[in-house]
């Protein structure tokens, strides 16, 4: 990567080229080193905004979640049931595709000692629970069918950023399939005991 010129610094410009880095080469290559080349500065100079390396990956998890957040609040705004979940579906995996090194950055929240990030969690965590009521959930059934609408969005991105859909098939499709199951399910259970005590 070639340096930028010398510019006025914030944590803001920091920030956002720590994202294309991250974007480009992949999460472990944002470095001090390699950030303050791209930025055309010496590596103390970043200590003026945040405490090291951890105090950069902390930034750049924040800096994440609340661009994930605000790009699924603006899609499921206004939208209910079905429509509602698949707006926010596709914000999320359009925000993987984009943004894969910002996205990984966001994944690994017990290493992330700062409130506000996780309270930005809470914020993703309740979005989802408002879009899922109209299903009927309440109380822990809610909570399960968040987790199990955020594994199959992880797990469609993880497997797609890997290269692991090789078939010639339309990803989108099959998103839109999985997801029409899986909300199908979540109809069909609607009023059952959620609890793990399975006979």
């Known amino acids: 990567m070639s340096p930028r010129p010398k510019q006025a610094l914030d944590l803001t410009t ?20 390699n950030l303050a080349k791209e930025l055309n500065i010496r590596p103390p100079s970043l200590y003026n905004h945040f405490d090291g390396l951890s105090g950069l990956q902390e930034n750049l998890a924040l800096y994440g979640i609340k661009r994930l957040y605000e790009s699924l609040a603006s899609e499921a705004v206004g939208l209910a049931g079905e429509e509602a979940v698949m707006s926010l579906a596709k914000a999320y995996i359009e925000f993987a595709r984009k943004h894969p090194g910002l996205y990984e950055a966001t994944l690994s929240p017990r290493n992330i000692n700062n409130e506000e990030f996780h309270k930005i969690g809470d914020k993703i965590v309740d979005l989802t629970k408002r879009v899922l009521t109209a299903y009927g959930l309440e109380g822990e059934s809610v909570l399960h069918a968040v987790r199990g609408l ?21 990803t989108d499709l099959s998103l839109r399939l999985i997801l029409k199951s899986f909300l199908k399910g979540i109809d069909e259970m609607n009023g059952e005991d959620w609890s793990l005590n399975m006979p």
């Open 14 to 33: 920091i920030l956002e080229t720590a994202v294309k880095i991250a974007d480009e080469a992949g999460v472990a290559e944002v470095t001090l080193a």
């Open 150 to 170: 955020r594994s199959i969005l992880h797990g469609f991105s993880s497997l797609e950023q890997k290269g692991g859909f090789g078939m010639v098939l339309d």
